[in-house]
């Protein structure tokens, strides 16, 4: 268990809809990251938060936004869904400071969203 | 940009035999380097990682990894290979200029025969 919550674990909606995905991050860690995975595209970074900021964006479609709240955790929301954003999606997140940290990242088990 | 290749998509390994997965590297700059682990329907597992030092990185389940310079390099490795090794490996470099995000490659699937 790498203490990276995320909520749901699957999510099945129709295209044209809106959903929201939810991440908790380790006690501790300010920094949370977003990414996608899918068979074509593969593992891909979308956006980046730290300590309610963002920070960095990534491969991350106008119709993706996120935030993270001052409890630190963070949501992803996807829009004007669409086939092609069937993937599974993680969360991650790492230590205090992201630019003087050597930490390494850990991983939420991930939402499966899965676009009919 | 940071990037790292994996240059097979599948290696087979009979129990008990060495293992080794391929990573190159393309940085400008140090290479922060990590080795991640995905079985089935679960999320990434961190095995190990090269931020300075030596070359020759020690990290979780017995795995190993080298990082060579010369060769832009960064191998995972195990002596000894177990079924419940099976799963997809990634390799990825920290691209400083993306928050430090992780850059992956596109995994290598790993299956051990008995």
């Known amino acids: 268990d790498s203490g990276v919550t995320q909520t749901p674990k699957h999510l099945i909606t129709a295209t044209g809809q809106r959903v929201t995905l939810r991440c908790s991050p380790r006690s501790g860690d300010l920094s949370v990251y977003w990414y996608q995975q899918s068979l074509d595209q593969g593992l891909q970074f979308l956006i980046q938060y730290y300590n309610g900021e963002e920070r960095a964006k990534g491969n991350i479609l106008e119709r993706f936004s996120a935030q993270q709240f001052p409890d630190l955790h963070s949501e992803l929301n996807l829009s004007s869904l669409e086939l092609g954003d069937s993937a599974l999606y993680f969360c991650?997140?790492?230590?205090?400071?992201?630019?003087?940290?050597?930490?390494?990242?850990?991983f939420g088990p991930g939402t499966r969203l899965t676009v009919l | 940009a940071q990037s790292v290749a994996q240059p097979e998509d599948q290696v087979n390994v009979a129990e008990g035999n060495p293992l080794t997965v391929k990573c190159t590297y393309s940085?400008?700059?140090?290479?922060?380097l990590f080795w991640y682990v995905q079985y089935p329907n679960r999320g990434l597992q961190f095995l190990l990682k090269?931020?300075?030092?030596?070359?020759l990185v020690k990290g979780s389940y017995g795995f190993e990894a080298e990082f060579n310079k010369s060769q832009t390099s960064f191998h995972l490795k195990k002596p000894s290979a177990l079924v419940s090794d099976s799963a997809l490996y990634f390799c990825?470099?920290?691209?400083?200029?993306?928050?430090?995000?992780?850059?992956f490659g596109k995994g290598t699937s790993l299956l051990v025969t008995p």
């Open positions: 090269y931020i300075t030092g030596d070359n």
């Open positions: 940085v400008s700059g140090n290479p922060y």
């Open positions: 990825a470099v920290r691209d400083e200029n993306s928050g430090y995000a992780l850059n």
């Open positions: 991650a997140s790492s230590g205090p400071s992201p630019q003087k940290s050597r930490n390494e990242q850990f």
